[in-house]
């Protein structure tokens, strides 16, 4: 949280670009391409136009499927992360450029160098949300193949941001003199050396891009285990967090802040930031019955039967959405009938009793349920109402801001920027303009941390 | 007979683009500020530059190994520029401010992911409307092979350029990011609100690469980018490069010392295309030349002389290092391409001098002699190429 001149606490706010998901409706008539870089450029353009911290995109490196067929009813396709941010970086000036980039599927060296390159060509404005993978799904698209065990994949992505911030070190900020006279380019000889002997990685040699403006650019983590989170509190500068709502964000919240001490550092070197959805109207009521409008769309029938196999694990393609949830009790002894996503419910069982004595309460249909208890818009209502709700979110300690997840590409966010931001702004408690000039000042992050092991663990052999 | 260069298409013209140029003491010249090519406004002006003067299209070198380091020589030398961004992401920077220029940087082969470089560049291809292309490159030192820890690399032959195995695993990278390009095929998106599907997954395909480095899925996360497949090239020295370029590539770079050599590596290329069985349009070749120029006779000599003298040694390239007038480098292509060199890639010794030479005079001049055409319209660089479009590998007839 930054302070303003009068003590209120700065909110932080971020553009998602919409992804492949059924979060997103590609069906509304307005909406645009998600692959042609113009649609790119219109949301980043319409985010830093707002005075937003930063872009966001994120990845997935197989298509999704279910029952081992491409999944067809969501958005499908997507470029290259560091591709288009590095091309978005010529359209925008301010805005930070914050990209997933999985931690299993890449080396090191290339990571390191591709960050390092991004933050020069944005004037210091990348940032990396390291994720982890483990599936051998996933790795069917890469050199070695599902490698790693799902127990080790945290180990593997500590020691990779480790090594990744050992090279963004291994030059000096100011290693190039370029002293032609006197013939020397840097005065240093040994700038890039590195050497890294560890468990996951063990590599040595010459990085060949020199400090970057950020040093190191912005870590993001998005991991909610508990391993995630401790990962989190040690090494990342913000979370990406699923936990928008007041009362778990705040309990995520005083969680991860709490285990920030125990790594020697301070409250406000970890931001924040759940991922959030939001319908304006004009009245409340105009925003809920758009909301509902939105939520159908989001889950049509055939939606709404891959939303409940993904938890009973079957196939359940013979029902009928708008009947009631099947006799039939949830496989847990199958393989996933989907694969390729972040996330399905852990304990099937569970959830699948916990939706059922749902159902029977309110006499749902399956898609009335699925619309029920799959994620609904985090702000819904008139733009001072959802102004107040974020400030309020911010003041009583469940974020230090959101990232905004449109449900519409790519002009999801006009509204937002037209309306909301402008409430939050007269309020102050957003930015009117920019003050810095990299993402690291615009989240008030102090200076890159330095990459000297900070953990306990057993990251460094 | 050798025909007359009027009566042949106008030559490819590009530029190859590295760091402050290709002397190594460029960067200690009067006029050059080093410290620029870490930032984006340097490579921004500079292709823009090659866009106004009408180039076809520009390389962007880039390598895993930091500049001067060698296996007898870790440390390296201190008097050289040192440090380069990597070269895909400089090509995506510059894109959306350039409209007509092609744009092809240097990928590697040896340790990357062809899943991550095939989506790479289909997504450079969609920033830049159909102007990507990148030049595949093997990282053959076990200095590069260090820096990732994940195998050993043999030593090179006798020949001093190659390593086993690394060439034909080239072959697989490229085949593997050919196929993802074709896994979607064009109009693989439906947005069909009836049947609430986005994509017609008939038409997005496994490619089941199965080889000795590695095995790859499919299909790409990317959809098939606008030119279809983008350029592919290769520079080839060794046969077992000529053979990669005549297997995999679109556009061959070569680096003749003559027109009689020129001669000699063109019937060689065409064995080649024989000899693997090439199908579709035949390589494209593109000759190399370091160059330094000046409009006064002498002062280009002079010049790449007191650089020499700066940096210690005489320049040493691969490519023939052309001195003299711009007049005279547009004798010299034109007897090459009269040798059947289909186009030119010139490095500039030191950018801006030898660069701004190119686009300026050396232009000029190929105009004036009806060598090049005044003006082009925006295309893709398959079409700047005389390529199609092609059919896409999974698509059923």
Redesign the interface.
Known sequence: MTATRSGAKQVHLAAHFPGVNNTTV??DPAAGSH???SSF?KLAQTAERAKFDFFFLAE????REQHG??H?????????T???L??L???TEHIGLSGTINST???P??VA??F???D????GRAAWNVVTSWDAFTG????R?GFLPQEARYDRAKEFLQVARELWDS?DEDA?I?D??G??????????AFEHHGTQ??????????RSPQGHPVIFQAGDSDVGRDFAAEAADCIFSRHGRLEAGQEFYRDVKGRLAAHGRSHDDLKILPAATFVLGDTPTEAAERAEHIRRQQV????AILLLEQVWNRDLSSYDPDGPLPEVAPDVDAPSVSQGRAATPRDKLRTAAEWRAQAEAKNLSIRELMIEVTSTASFVGTPAHVAAKIVESVDQEAADGFILVPHVTPGGLDEFADTVVPILQEAGRFRGEYEGSTLRDHLGLGAARASSPLSTAPVLA | MTPHPSLLPPPYLAVALDGVGWHPAA????D?H??DV???RYW?GLIQEAEWAGLDFVTIED?????S?SAKH?????????????A???A??????TARVGIIPVATTT???P??IS??I???D??S?GRAGFQARISPTG??A?????RSIGHPTPDGAQVPGLMDEAADFIEVVRRLWDS?EDGA?I?D?A???????DK?HSIDFEGS???????S???RPPQGQPIVSVLAHVDAAFRLAARSADVVFVTPQSSEHARTLLEGIRGHEEAVGRAGPPLRVVADLVVFLDDEPGHASARKERLDE?DGRPLRSDALIFTGTPTALVDLLAEWQSAGVEGFRLRPGAIPRDFDAITHEVVAELVDRSLRLPSYQESTLRARFGLLRPANIYASV
């Open positions: 590609w069906s692959i042609e870089f450029v997935g490196l197989r298509l067929r491409i067809d009813l969501d958005v499908v396709g997507r470029p290259d560091f591709t288009v590095a091309a970086a010529a359209v599927f890449n080396e060296f290339e160098r591709q390092a390159s991004l020069h060509l944005s004037n069917e698209n890469f050199r193949g030059w190039v370029a032609a006279a013939g020397e380019f840097v005065a240093d000889p040994s700038q890039g990685f063990d590599i040595s040699g010459r990085f060949n891009v020199p049509s029938g055939p939606t | 960067w200690r010249e009067a050059v080093p410290r870490f930032g984006p921004v390598s895993l190994l930091l500049q380091t870790p440390e390296g030398r201190t008097d050289r520029v040192l440090g380069r961004l990597d895909v992401l400089v995506a920077r510059v894109a959306p401010e340790h990357t992911e899943f991550h989506k790479a289909a997504t450079l969609y920033v409307r200095l590069e260090a820096q990732f820890g994940r979607w998106e947005r609100v049947t609430g599907r986005f994509v017609d997954r997005l480095w590695f095995s790859v899925r499919g299909p996360i990317t959809p700066l």
